[in-house]
């Protein structure tokens, strides 16, 4: 069983930025697939970012020259720098981890993006 928490949802003006951070229970972290996933009202959820156990990432389009997805493996987290936001990445953020084909969820933060 893997627990999941995120953290550093808000709301944010147009062009600001933001920062998510997602701890992660468990001693095998290194080996997880870690995501980022959000879900609009209305929408199904869609991915925004993922980054495997070796680092290299992978981005939706709409996010991509903007969004940044890291991870430390020493402390069980991962992070999704946020910057330039716009409107449209209004959302309930899921920090996902995938592990032995089983997919973990966070309960979500909730990022709002308005004047």
């Known amino acids: 069983q893997v627990q999941l928490v995120e953290s550093g949802g808000g709301l944010v003006q147009p062009g600001g930025s933001l920062r998510l951070s997602c701890q992660a229970s468990g001693r095998l972290f290194s080996t997880y697939v870690m995501g980022w996933y959000r879900q609009a009202p209305g929408k199904q959820r869609e991915l925004v970012a993922v980054i495997p156990r070796g680092g290299a990432t992978n981005y939706a389009d709409s996010v991509k020259g903007r969004f940044t997805i890291s991870r430390d493996n020493a402390k069980n987290t991962v992070v999704l720098q946020m910057n330039n936001l716009k409107p449209e990445d209004t959302a309930v953020y899921y920090c996902?981890?995938?592990?032995?084909?089983?997919?973990?969820w966070g309960k979500g933060t909730l990022v709002t993006v308005s004047s």
């Open positions: 996902n981890a995938r592990v032995a084909n089983m997919d973990y």
